[in-house]
């Protein structure tokens, strides 16, 4: 589904350039699950946002379903993303003055009629544990781990070929980190892959393979599946 070829990424700050990501080859196919560990500062977020097309790497190709992402103009690669791709971001990046139900359906919001979309974004917001007494709520009074939800759900309101995401269990109980690993797994099932970076060995265990970036390169470290 989703094919790296020969990616490389270095970051220049004054006078020094770090390379961070060099000659990465990776396949991710339709419904596995692919975790990705490695040492804080190695290059697991730039990895995630090159294959993501949020970062066009210096050197090398990323091809979903043979097309070659960065070929793309600015515009089609952001409606590729907003339709095949679900993201979770570190950061949850929440809009602040939006409701909760706003939050999942907005990316949608121009593509879909209102009534279905709000309906589905219910539903996504449900699957992460999430009831009716959140959806009017504003992202800023709530937990760290409930805007963890609230962006995993956003991330599926798409139902994306693939999810992609940047330590989606880091603020959530033992409980709910189970409960989203059990939802990953659900995923996989239906087809979807995913592709996770998590400091969590346990959630990487619960996937197929767990990959190592060091020093650049990515390795395999254990296959689960
Ligand atoms: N836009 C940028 N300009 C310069 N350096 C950057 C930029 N983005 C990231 N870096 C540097 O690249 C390195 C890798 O960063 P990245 O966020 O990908 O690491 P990470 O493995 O995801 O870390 P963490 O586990 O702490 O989230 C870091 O040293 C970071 O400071």
């Not at 210096?58 to 409606?79: A, C, M, P, Q």
């Not at 999942?104 to 009629?113: K, N, T, Y």
């Not at 759900?153 to 330590?167: G, K, Y």
């Amino acid at each position: 589904m989703l094919i790296i070829k020969n990616v490389s990424k270095s970051f220049r700050e004054a006078t020094q350039t770090s390379t961070i990501l060099n000659n990465i080859h990776w396949q991710i196919n339709r419904a596995e699950w692919c975790s990705v560990v490695g040492p804080s500062g190695t290059g697991k977020t730039t990895l995630l946002h090159c294959i993501s097309g949020l970062l066009q790497p210096d050197e090398g190709h990323v091809h979903f379903k043979g097309t070659d992402i960065y070929s793309l103009s600015e515009k089609k690669r952001s409606n590729w993303r907003r339709k095949h791709l679900g993201f979770i971001f570190q950061d949850f990046k929440l809009l602040p003055h939006y409701s909760v139900l706003d939050n999942v359906a907005l990316p949608l919001i121009f593509d879909e009629a209102k009534g279905p979309l709000y309906d589905r974004a219910k539903e996504k917001l449900k699957l992460v544990g999430l009831e009716e007494t959140f959806f009017s709520r504003l992202p800023g009074g709530l937990s760290g781990g409930e805007k963890q939800r609230v962006a995993i759900a956003r991330s599926l309101i798409a139902e994306p070929d693939i999810l992609i995401c940047d330590e989606p269990t880091g603020n959530l109980d033992s409980d709910n980190r189970d409960k989203i690993a059990d939802l990953f797994s659900e995923l996989k099932k239906s087809g979807q892959a995913i592709l996770m970076v998590t400091h969590d060995p346990e959630i990487a265990r619960k996937g197929d393979k767990t990959y190592q970036l060091s020093g650049g390169s990515l390795f395999v470290k254990e296959v689960t599946a």
